[in-house]
């Protein structure tokens, strides 16, 4: 019942982390996918992968934050595959510096990157898709985009921004058959996480979440994919937590 043969599907930030994860699901339930990233060779290793199990897939090097990249991104894809039904945005990159401390410099890349991306890719994809009458789109928030925390300030701006912009997309497109949400992990096990959270950050972000543990990429890719089927055509303009349920809690006793 839950296929997505014959759907075209783009995945950014789709050689590492929750974006391979989720290019991987998306291959299984037969959805002809792309790959775009920065990392050539990890992009390439996981067409690679994807087609030796009989997928179809490509690599394209493109950085989100360049409008000619996201536009050439596009127009490979409908090339190749002649349909764009779902886009997963999910490359994005994570700083951890104190409000006092951040430069313009990096507050100018963490937003160029995340946000400016989003709204080239979000926008780029969604001509396509509202022309078309068809389409999903997956943008990637983050819980630091809703609750704040230290040393957040450009990565929470950012990931807050894209969530006001997928509303207000979910909102224009919604009668042309498109729907657009974005996800809001909370901590996950990947390169990103490994780089952003030191010791004290992890024990201080387990000390909230209910399960105590930290989420898996293939935890955040089931929900990625569950908003890209066909069958879910009436939920827009959501932000879905994928958290252990950090955002649902308070204070957390034992037993
Ligand atoms: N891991 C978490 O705990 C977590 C939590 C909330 C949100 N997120 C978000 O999820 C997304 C994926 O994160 P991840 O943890 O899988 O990280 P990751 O570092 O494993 O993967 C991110 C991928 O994006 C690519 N990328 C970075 N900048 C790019 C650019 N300008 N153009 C194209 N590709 C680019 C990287 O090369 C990498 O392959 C990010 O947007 C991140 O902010 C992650």
Not at 22 to 46: C, F, K, P, Q, Y
Not at 139 to 161: C, D, Q
Request: glycine share 12%; charged share 20%; no cysteine.
């Amino acid at each position: 019942m839950f296929a997505l043969k014959g759907h075209t599907a783009i995945v950014t930030g789709g050689a590492s982390g929750i974006g391979l994860a989720t290019a991987r699901m998306l291959a299984a339930l037969d959805a002809s996918v792309v790959i775009a990233d920065l990392n050539e060779e990890a992009g390439h290793g996981a067409v690679a992968e994807l087609t030796a199990d009989g997928r179809k897939a490509i690599f394209v090097r493109a950085d989100v934050a360049d409008a000619d990249d996201v536009n050439a991104l596009v127009a490979a894809t409908l090339e190749k595959f002649g349909s764009l039904e779902i886009l997963m945005h999910f490359a994005g990159i994570g700083m951890e510096q104190g409000a006092l401390d951040t430069t313009r410099e990096n507050w100018d890349r963490i937003t160029g990157v995340n946000l400016t991306g989003s709204f080239l890719m979000m926008q780029a994809a969604g001509r396509v898709m509202v022309e078309n009458g068809y389409g999903r789109i997956v943008a990637m928030s983050s819980m630091a985009g809703i609750r704040g925390g230290t040393g957040r300030t450009a990565y929470a701006a950012s990931k807050g921004g894209v969530a006001a912009m997928m509303r207000v997309m979910s909102v224009e497109w919604a009668k042309s058959g498109v729907t657009v949400n974005a996800l809001a992990p909370g901590a996950i096990e990947t390169a990103l996480v490994k780089k952003m959270h030191d010791a004290e950050t992890r024990r201080a972000y387990l000390a909230g979440i209910p399960m105590d543990r930290y989420g898996t990429p293939e935890e955040v890719a089931a929900a990625a994919v569950y908003l890209a089927l066909p069958q879910s055509g009436y939920i827009t303009g959501v932000t879905l937590p994928v958290d252990g349920g950090f955002d649902a809690s308070g204070v957390i006793k034992d037993g």
